[in-house]
C-alpha cells in the first residue's frame, strides 16, 4: 500500500496551493479523467524517490452547520485515523491562533509522524521577520518555513515527510518499478527488428508488408512459470455509508460458505474474508474501517474517499455499491472514478432492487442512464442486486472473478500488431504538427490494469480521439471489460 501524507490545517493556509504544487510530480501513468479530474483532492506522487498518496483534506468540506473549528478537527481526526504522515500548514504570517493550537493538540495525542510547514514566507527577508518560530510552541517538533506559492522550502520539508515515513513495501516497490518500466524502458534494436520496424527514410513510406514478430516483446519476459490461478483475487467492497456493503458481504460469505472466518487485521487495516468460488481463493475487503467508527463516517463522506482509496489499492476489483432508492450520482461517480483512476476493474452494483420494481423495462431505463451518468466507466458492468433477499449477489462475484482474469489479461503480441495494422487501414492517421503520426509498434507493457505501448514518431500530439479509438479498439478485440492504460512513446 502506498503510504498516505494528509495536509492538514485551518482555512486559508495554503493547503492547496501546497497540494496543488507537490501534485505536479504526479505520476505520469495516472491518466487525467474528464469529469473527475477537476475537483482532486488527493494524487499519487513521486517524492524523493517515494511513490506517495498525498491528500488535501481541506478539499472535503464537511457539514456547514459546523462551526469552523470543528472542522478543522474534523480534519485532523481524519488525517490521524488514515495516514502515515502529516504535512500540518500555518500561515507564517498570519501567527499562530487559536484554531492551530486545537489541531496540534490532535496531532500531538496521535503519535502520528507530523511536520510543521510555516507558509507564506516568499523571501529571506520575510523569513527573518516571520514568526516561524512561534510555531515550535506547539511541541510538534521541527518547524519549515516554506512558500507554497513559490515553492521556497517545499522540497527541504518533503525530505523531512519522507524520512519519517515506514519502509517501502512489497507492493510500493511493485508500483515503484512497474511506472519506470512502463515509462522508461528503452525499446531496443531486437525489439524493433521484431516487429518489422523500419527506420524512417530507408524503406518505402509504409514499412515492410507482413513482417511477423518473432520476439517475446516487453512485459512479457517472465510470463512464463507464474501461476495466476494460485493467486487469491481481492476485490474491494466499496460505496456509500448505508447502501448495504455489510449485508452484501455477509450473504456472499453465507452463500459460498465461509473457509477461513474474518480475519481481523492490526487495527488500521480493513477486514478481510476469505471464500472460494469456483475453486478460486476469493478475498473481499470490506471498508470496515468505517463501520467501527460509523458516528463519525456517518456525518463524513470523505471517510468513505479515504477507506475506499485503501483497500482499492490493495484490490484488484472494486465492486461499488449504491442504493437503487437513493442515487446520488455524484458522490457514487466520484467513487466510481476513483476506480478508473487507480487502474481497478469495476463492477457496479445497483443494489436494494427489491424495494424498486421487478420490471424489466424498468432495470433497462435506469441501466442507461448510469451508463450515461458514468460515462467514463462504460466499460464496467452493472448489477441489479438485493443483499437483503440474495438475489443475484453471485452474479457479483461470478463479474468480479471474471474482470480479474482479464485485469490480467496478457494479450498475445501478433495479435496485437496485426490489430495496429488493421487500425492504421482501416482509421487514417491523424495530422500531428507538422505531419502525419505514424504507429511502429504495439506491445503489452503491464498488467493490471492491462497497459499498453505504441511507439510511434510524435507521442505528445496524439489527439484524445485517436488514442480513444485504439483503447476501445483493444477492449473489443480481447473483449476486455476493466481499465486500459494505453502509452505512446518514442523510439529512443
Ligand atoms: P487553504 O484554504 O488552506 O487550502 O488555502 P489556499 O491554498 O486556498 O490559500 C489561501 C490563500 O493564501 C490564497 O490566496 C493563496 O494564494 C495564498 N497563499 C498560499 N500559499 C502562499 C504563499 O506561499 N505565499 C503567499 N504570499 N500566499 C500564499
Ligand atoms: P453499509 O453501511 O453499506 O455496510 O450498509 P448495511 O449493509 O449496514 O445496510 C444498511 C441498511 O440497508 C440495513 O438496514 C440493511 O438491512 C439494508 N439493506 C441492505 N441491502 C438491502 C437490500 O438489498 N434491500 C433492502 N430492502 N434493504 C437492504
Same mark, same amino acid.
Given at each position: 500500500?502506498?503510504?498516505?501524507?494528509?495536509?492538514?490545517?485551518?482555512?486559508?493556509?495554503?493547503?492547496?496551493? +501546497?497540494?496543488?504544487?507537490?501534485?505536479?510530480?504526479?505520476?505520469?501513468?495516472?491518466?487525467?479523467?474528464?469529469?473527475?479530474? /477537476?475537483?482532486?483532492?488527493?494524487?499519487?506522487?513521486?517524492?524523493?524517490?517515494?511513490?506517495?498518496?498525498?491528500?488535501?483534506?481541506?478539499?472535503?468540506?464537511?457539514?456547514?452547520?459546523?462551526?469552523?473549528?470543528?472542522?478543522? /478537527?474534523?480534519?485532523?481526526?481524519? *488525517?490521524?485515523?488514515?495516514?502515515?504522515?502529516?504535512?500540518?500548514?500555518?500561515?507564517?504570517? #498570519?501567527? +499562530?491562533?487559536? #484554531?492551530?493550537?486545537?489541531?496540534?493538540?490532535?496531532?500531538?495525542?496521535?503519535?502520528?509522524?507530523?511536520?510543521?510547514?510555516?507558509?507564506?514566507?516568499?523571501?529571506?527577508?520575510?523569513?527573518?521577520?516571520?514568526?516561524?518560530?512561534?510555531?515550535?510552541?506547539?511541541?510538534?517538533?521541527?518547524?519549515?518555513?516554506?512558500?507554497?506559492?513559490?515553492?521556497?522550502?517545499?522540497?527541504?520539508?518533503?525530505?523531512?515527510?519522507?524520512?519519517?515515513?515506514?519502509?517501502?513495501?512489497?507492493?510500493?516497490?511493485?508500483?515503484? *518499478?512497474?511506472?519506470?518500466?512502463? +515509462?522508461?524502458?528503452?525499446?531496443?534494436?531486437?525489439?524493433?527488428?521484431?516487429?518489422?520496424?523500419?527506420?524512417?527514410?530507408?524503406?518505402?513510406?509504409?514499412?515492410?508488408?507482413?513482417? #511477423?514478430?518473432?520476439?517475446?516483446?516487453?512485459?512479457?519476459?517472465?510470463?512464463?512459470?507464474?501461476?495466476?490461478?494460485?493467486?487469491?483475487?481481492?476485490?474491494?467492497?466499496?460505496?456509500?455509508?448505508?447502501?448495504?456493503?455489510? =449485508?452484501?458481504?455477509?450473504?456472499?460469505?453465507?452463500?459460498?460458505?465461509?473457509?477461513?472466518?474474518?480475519?481481523?487485521?492490526?487495527?488500521?487495516?480493513?477486514?478481510?474474508?476469505?471464500?472460494?468460488?469456483?475453486?478460486?481463493?476469493?478475498?473481499?475487503?470490506?471498508?470496515?474501517?468505517?463501520?467501527?467508527?460509523?458516528?463519525?463516517?456517518?456525518?463524513?463522506?470523505?471517510?468513505?474517499?479515504?477507506?475506499?482509496?485503501?483497500?482499492?489499492?490493495?484490490?484488484?476489483?472494486?465492486?461499488?455499491?449504491?442504493?437503487? =432508492?437513493?442515487?446520488?450520482?455524484?458522490?457514487?461517480?466520484?467513487?466510481?472514478?476513483?476506480?478508473?483512476?487507480?487502474?481497478?476493474?469495476?463492477?457496479?452494483?445497483?443494489?436494494?432492487?427489491?424495494?424498486?420494481?421487478?420490471?424489466?423495462?424498468?432495470?433497462?431505463?435506469?441501466?442507461?442512464?448510469?451508463?450515461?451518468?458514468?460515462?467514463?466507466?462504460?466499460?464496467?458492468?452493472?448489477?441489479?442486486?438485493?443483499? +437483503?433477499?440474495?438475489?443475484?449477489?453471485?452474479?457479483?462475484?461470478?463479474?468480479?472473478?471474471?474482470?480479474?482474469?482479464?485485469?490480467?489479461?496478457?494479450?498475445? =503480441?501478433?495479435?496485437?500488431?496485426?490489430?495496429?495494422?488493421?487500425?492504421?487501414?482501416?482509421?487514417?492517421?491523424?495530422?500531428?504538427?507538422?505531419?502525419?503520426?505514424?504507429?511502429?509498434?504495439?506491445?503489452?507493457?503491464?498488467?493490471?490494469?492491462?497497459?499498453?505501448?505504441?511507439?510511434?514518431?510524435?507521442?505528445?500530439?496524439?489527439?484524445?480521439?485517436?488514442?480513444?479509438?485504439?483503447?476501445?479498439?483493444?477492449?473489443?478485440?480481447?473483449?476486455?471489460?476493466?481499465?486500459?492504460?494505453?502509452?505512446?512513446?518514442?523510439?529512443?
Amino acid at each position: 500500500m502506498k503510504p498516505l501524507v494528509a495536509i492538514v490545517g485551518r482555512p486559508n493556509v495554503g493547503k492547496s496551493t +501546497l497540494f496543488n504544487r507537490l501534485a505536479r510530480r504526479r505520476i505520469a501513468l495516472v491518466e487525467d479523467i474528464p469529469g473527475v479530474t /477537476r475537483d482532486r483532492h488527493y494524487w499519487d506522487v513521486e517524492c524523493e524517490g517515494r511513490f506517495i498518496t498525498i491528500i488535501d483534506t481541506g478539499g472535503f468540506v464537511p457539514g456547514e452547520k459546523d462551526s469552523l473549528l470543528q472542522q478543522v /478537527r474534523e480534519q485532523a481526526q481524519l *488525517a490521524v485515523e488514515e495516514c502515515d504522515a502529516i504535512v500540518f500548514v500555518t500561515d507564517a504570517r #498570519a501567527g +499562530l491562533t487559536t #484554531a492551530d493550537q486545537e489541531v496540534a493538540a490532535y496531532l500531538r495525542q496521535s503519535g502520528k509522524p507530523v511536520v510543521v510547514a510555516a507558509n507564506k514566507l516568499d523571501s529571506e527577508s520575510q523569513l527573518v521577520q516571520a514568526h516561524a518560530s512561534e510555531f515550535f510552541r506547539l511541541g510538534l517538533g521541527e518547524v519549515f518555513p516554506i512558500s507554497a506559492e513559490h515553492g521556497l522550502g517545499v522540497g527541504t520539508m518533503m525530505e523531512a515527510v519522507v524520512g519519517k515515513l515506514p519502509p517501502m513495501d512489497d507492493e510500493e516497490l511493485a508500483a515503484k *518499478a512497474f511506472a519506470e518500466t512502463a +515509462l522508461d524502458e528503452p525499446v531496443t534494436e531486437e525489439d524493433e527488428a521484431a516487429f518489422g520496424y523500419v527506420p524512417e527514410g530507408e524503406e518505402g513510406e509504409e514499412g515492410e508488408e507482413g513482417a #511477423a514478430p518473432a520476439a517475446t516483446p516487453i512485459g512479457e519476459k517472465e510470463a512464463e512459470g507464474e501461476d495466476e490461478e494460485e493467486r487469491p483475487i481481492r476485490i474491494a467492497i466499496i460505496g456509500r455509508p448505508n447502501v448495504g456493503k455489510s =449485508t452484501l458481504v455477509n450473504a456472499l460469505l453465507k452463500e459460498k460458505r465461509v473457509v477461513a472466518s474474518e480475519v481481523p487485521g492490526t487495527t488500521r487495516d480493513p477486514i478481510d474474508s476469505e471464500l472460494t468460488y469456483k475453486d478460486r481463493k476469493v478475498i473481499l475487503t470490506d471498508t470496515a474501517g468505517i463501520r467501527r467508527k460509523k458516528t463519525i463516517a456517518h456525518r463524513l463522506e470523505k471517510f468513505s474517499v479515504v477507506a475506499s482509496l485503501k483497500s482499492m489499492e490493495r484490490s484488484d476489483v472494486a465492486v461499488l455499491l449504491m442504493d437503487a =432508492t437513493e442515487p446520488a450520482v455524484d458522490q457514487d461517480a466520484k467513487l466510481a472514478g476513483l476506480a478508473e483512476e487507480k487502474g481497478r476493474a469495476l463492477v457496479i452494483v445497483v443494489n436494494k432492487w427489491d424495494l424498486i420494481s421487478t420490471d424489466q423495462r424498468k432495470q433497462e431505463l435506469f441501466r442507461e442512464e448510469l451508463k450515461y451518468a458514468l460515462k467514463f466507466v462504460h466499460y464496467a458492468p452493472i448489477v441489479f442486486t438485493s443483499a +437483503l433477499t440474495g438475489a443475484k449477489v453471485e452474479k457479483v462475484l461470478e463479474l468480479a472473478v471474471e474482470l480479474a482474469d482479464q485485469f490480467r489479461y496478457r494479450s498475445p =503480441t501478433p495479435q496485437l500488431n496485426r490489430l495496429l495494422k488493421h487500425i492504421e487501414e482501416s482509421h487514417p492517421a491523424p495530422i500531428v504538427g507538422r505531419g502525419p503520426l505514424r504507429v511502429y509498434y504495439m506491445a503489452q507493457v503491464g498488467t493490471a490494469p492491462p497497459t499498453f505501448a505504441i511507439t510511434c514518431n510524435r507521442p505528445e500530439g496524439v489527439p484524445d480521439m485517436y488514442r480513444r479509438y485504439i483503447t476501445n479498439q483493444l477492449r473489443k478485440t480481447f473483449d476486455l471489460r476493466v481499465p486500459i492504460r494505453l502509452l505512446f512513446r518514442e523510439r529512443p
